[in-house]
């Protein structure tokens, strides 16, 4: 089975590591100081209660080095996915799969949801349909990515806590595809289930990243100060309860109330949220795909969603002030 990641940083590069250590056909595309010094040295991997490892990896800048191959795992953040669509097709045979492993709604959302929405193509995320047209969405098999790592120097992934990256097809079967990826990852000493409904685990991530990241990155605030102040607790309150009613007309079904979720972000602890950790390191933030996707796909859904307006026009203009957006 060989399979190529694809933007092999933080979680990218810690999916590699465990491929490559349980002796998985892995090759990696990355770029800048981070692949230099993956091609020098190797990729080192630090894990809590683990002693460092340095691992030999094929990485390059260019997929035409690397061929067709079985699976490509995309770990991209979502604004950089579109410009490489075109520089991606060499990886691509007739029977590759590409599982997307990207935070956010995803652009393939409505391919085989069925009911009056299917086949819809989301404006916020894949502009210009670019990622549906040049990818097929025939070929996506669906990720929620779960851990927490970052390239804490080139060449080296610190991993934080977690390993599962729970798979699924977009139209919820439990495929060959989806079975055979699973193992290889489970191999790996990662969790890797296959979901029937993958969505739902979707929309549960995604409440936390729609209201704590752009929250975060307005005040500067970590994760159990926001989750516990009572004004930006109300805020995020209020742009999950938005998103519950649109994700439900979508036939989304939670398990946790939305309390409980912010009382899950709460015992994280003092965690700058990515999106604070990218305009802090002037690097692009991932608003479309976690907020105003939500804002869109309120607009298709006829739901009214003042608060998640609001905090969108609150951070785009922080991003845009930033030069970020
Ligand atoms: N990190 C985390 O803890 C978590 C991340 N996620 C999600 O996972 C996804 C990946 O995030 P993360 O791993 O943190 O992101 P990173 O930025 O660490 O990794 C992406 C990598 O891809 C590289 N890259 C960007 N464009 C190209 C290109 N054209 N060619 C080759 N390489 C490229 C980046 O390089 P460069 O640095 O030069 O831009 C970077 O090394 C995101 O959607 C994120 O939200 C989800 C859960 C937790
Ligand atoms: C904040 C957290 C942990 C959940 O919303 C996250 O996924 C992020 O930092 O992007």
Request: glycine fraction near 10%; aromatic fraction near 6%; charge should be negative.
């Amino acid at each position: 089975m060989k399979i190529c990641i694809f933007g092999a940083g933080a979680i990218g590069g810690y999916m590699a590591a465990k491929l490559v250590q349980a002796g998985a056909d892995v090759s990696i595309v990355a770029r800048g100081p981070h692949l230099a010094a993956m091609q020098d040295k190797g990729l080192t991997l630090i894990e809590e209660g683990h002693d460092p490892v340095t691992l030999p990896v094929r990485a390059s800048a260019n997929a035409a080095d690397l061929g067709p191959q079985d699976y490509v795992i995309l770990t991209l953040k979502a604004h950089s996915v579109p410009p490489v669509v075109g520089a991606m097709q060499p990886l691509f045979g007739p029977a590759t799969t590409l599982v997307h492993g990207v935070n956010g709604v995803p652009w393939w959302y409505f391919h085989k949801h069925g009911g009056p929405l299917d086949g819809t193509r989301l404006a916020s995320v894949d502009p210009g349909d670019v990622q549906w047209n040049g990818f097929g969405p025939d070929r996506v098999l669906g990720c929620v990515v779960y851990p927490a790592a970052e390239v804490s120097e080139p060449g080296t992934i610190h991993h934080i806590e977690g390993n599962r990256f729970s798979l699924g097809e977009p139209d919820g079967s439990k495929s060959d595809r989806a079975t055979a990826l699973s193992q290889a990852l489970q191999a790996a000493g990662l969790k890797a289930p296959v979901r029937p409904r993958l969505r739902d685990e979707i929309w549960i991530k995604l409440w936390g990243n729609l209201s704590f990241n752009p929250i975060s990155a307005l005040t500067h605030a970590t994760l159990d100060v926001l989750c516990t102040d009572p004004g930006t607790r109300d805020v995020a309150r209020h742009m999950m309860i938005e998103a519950q009613t649109i994700a439900e007309k979508l036939g989304i079904t939670f398990p946790i109330d939305v309390e409980r979720r912010i009382d899950g972000g709460a015992a994280v602890g003092a965690h700058r949220t990515s999106m604070l950790q990218d305009l802090t390191a002037n690097r692009p933030m991932e608003i479309d795909a976690l907020v105003r996707a939500v804002q869109e796909l309120g607009s298709l859904t006829d739901t009214p969603t003042p608060t998640v307006d609001t905090v969108l026009a609150l951070v785009t203009l922080r991003a845009r002030v930033a030069g970020l957006y």
